[in-house]
């Protein structure tokens, strides 16, 4: 039987030894701090037509409102509802933004700002789901920015992906037999689209969880132990670091923020004998 980890967190810190610890009891952890404040609940999506479990979402802006938007699907999880719905921030009201469309599954997309403050928006990749469909899974490769419109496809392979952005660069890592990763700047010539960058150590893994912390990328591989692997641009080179501590595990949070890395949560998978 799985167990939900729901408490642990831990942080990898950037100023950690570059070498892999032999014994894995002395890994430097420094714990995470926590900042004070209260929750506050604000309003929920309605419509009780919908079923609100969240397919994807979404950060960026509506004309001068800063917006959250959430894609849905069925309960199972099979289906999109071909909905989207659109938080806005100042207002705290949700309000139906995109209906009659195919959605899709884990898109890459994020949000930088050039020197003038201007914000840019980069979408696309993911999946369509068809379960009744012998290609269950079909892959898209088209991508667009915001405000240049669409770019050249995506050139890997038909594979789940994972991505992380440094500065103005955004690293997409495939998830798949040769885990080849792929590189695109916004702000150098659009023209050129993706470009391939070292691979990624492992071939054949798919479980896999992401961070940023300062101008390095992190990749956590996850299983019994969950492995680390540093990727360093400037030297476009990969490097393993220490692994987490914690009980292996699958479908973990990862996240980066004032210099350091936090990663937990997830479920638990068997130990190996």
């Not at 967190?9 to 014994?23: G, H, I, Y």
């Not at 100042?90 to 930088?112: A, E």
């Not at 220490?242 to 949560?265: E, N, T």
């Amino acid at each position: 039987m799985k167990q939900l980890y729901v408490l642990l967190l831990l942080s990898f810190a950037t100023c950690q030894s570059p070498r892999v610890p032999v014994d894995p009891v002395a890994m430097p952890v420094t714990p995470p701090t926590f900042a004070t404040g209260n929750w506050t609940q604000l309003s929920g999506i309605t419509d009780t037509e919908s079923l609100p479990q969240p397919n994807s979402t979404s950060s960026g802006s509506r004309g001068e409102y800063t917006t959250v938007e959430v894609s849905l699907k069925t309960l199972d999880g099979t289906k999109s509802l071909e909905e989207k719905w659109a938080y806005f921030v100042p207002f705290d009201r949700w309000t139906k933004t995109q209906t009659d469309v195919l959605l899709r599954y884990n898109p890459v997309s994020f949000t930088i700002f050039d020197i003038a403050g201007r914000p840019r928006f980069f979408t696309g990749l993911g999946n369509i789901a068809h379960p009744e469909s012998v290609n269950r899974i079909q892959y898209l490769k088209d991508c667009y920015l915001t405000p240049l419109g669409r770019l050249p496809n995506y050139v890997g392979a038909d594979a789940p992906t994972v991505f992380f952005v440094i500065n103005s660069s955004v690293y997409v890592l495939e998830a798949a037999q040769r885990n080849y990763c792929w590189y695109f700047n916004c702000y150098e010539d659009p023209t050129e689209g993706f470009r391939p960058r070292a691979p990624f150590p492992l071939q054949n893994v798919t479980q896999l969880q992401t961070f940023v912390v300062g101008t390095k990328g992190y990749v956590l591989v996850e299983g019994a132990p969950v492995r680390l692997y540093e990727y360093n641009p400037t030297q476009n080179k990969w490097t393993r670091r220490a692994d987490f501590p914690g009980k292996g595990r699958s479908r973990g949070v990862a996240w980066g923020i004032d210099g350091h890395g936090y990663y937990g949560l997830g479920q638990s998978i068997p130990e190996p004998s």
